[in-house]
Nanobody, 120 residues
Framework: QVQLVESGGGKVQGGGSLRLSCAAS????????MGWYRQAPGKQRELVAT???????TYADSVKGRFTISRDNAKKMVYLQMNSLKPEDTAVYYC??????????????WGKGTLVTVSS
């Protein structure tokens, strides 16, 4: 069984910063791509940023230059540094990872999410 657990969400004023963390645990053989998605109230879940196991990154246009994704393969963790936060960044942020388990099965896993609230 695999778990992804996010942490680091909270309330912050516009212009502030937060750092989200996500820890993967369980019967993991390897982790391929990892990423962050978000879902604002009344909206669909959207991609925020992804990072491959060789540190290639992609970002949504709305967060480029403000957010930075990184990972620690030894710790099985992925991070999202969020700077210059805006009220429109308010959402539940979900961690995602493509994981191959020790029984050699590979699929996407999701965390339960962490709420980020940015006030104006």
């Amino acid at each position: 069984q695999v778990q992804l657990v996010e942490s680091g969400g909270g309330k912050v004023q516009g212009g502030g910063s937060l750092r989200l963390s996500c820890a993967a645990s369980g019967s993991i053989f390897s982790i391929n791509a990892m990423g962050w998605y978000r879902q604002a109230p009344g909206k669909q879940r959207e991609l925020v940023a992804t990072i491959t196991n060789d540190d290639s990154t992609t970002y949504a246009d709305s967060v480029k230059g403000r957010f930075t994704i990184s990972r620690d393969n030894a710790k099985k963790m992925v991070y999202l540094q969020m700077n210059s936060l805006k009220p429109e960044d308010t959402a539940v942020y979900y961690c995602n990872a493509e994981i191959r388990t020790r029984d050699w099965r590979s699929r996407d896993y999701w965390g339960k999410g962490t709420l980020v609230t940015v006030s104006s």
